[in-house]
């Protein structure tokens, strides 16, 4: 039942977010995203030493006054050379893992 609501809930941020992006030339993507409910992705996390870096709310048709939709997390290993992109369904009980890169640099932290 879990899995259903945060799948409407997702295709209702998506198709809102789709209409809105009809405009531009985009096209959908296969993007390799691994799910799990939430302890488990954070244990993953700690497990492999990421912190929090930054937190912030997607919401519904990627507009600034949408409802909110799915909370969005971004964590950085100790080395700071590796990220993760993580997105949490409204209830907080499943996350996301977008991607996790490596050999992250920062434009202008090199001199």
């Known amino acids: 039942m879990k899995k259903l609501l945060l ?7 998506t198709s809102t ?5 009809q405009k531009y030339d985009f096209q959908w993507m296969h993007v390799p995203v691994v799910c799990g409910t939430s ?4 244990r993953y996390l700690e497990d492999n030493n990421f912190k929090l870096e930054s937190i912030s709310i997607g919401r519904a048709g990627a507009s600034e006054t949408g409802d909110p ?7 950085l290993n100790e080395k700071g050379d590796q ?3 993580a997105i949490t369904s409204p209830t907080g009980h499943e996350t996301c893992m977008m991607y996790r890169s490596f050999n ?8």
Do not use: N, Q, R
């Open 7 to 13: 799948l409407i809930t997702l295709l209702f941020a």
């Open 17 to 21: 977010f789709a209409e809105e992006l």
């Open 39 to 42: 302890p488990e992705v954070m």
């Open 69 to 75: 939709a799915y909370f969005v997390a971004y964590y």
């Open 83 to 85: 990220s993760v992109a």
């Open 104 to 111: 992250l640099e920062k434009p202008g932290d090199k001199v």
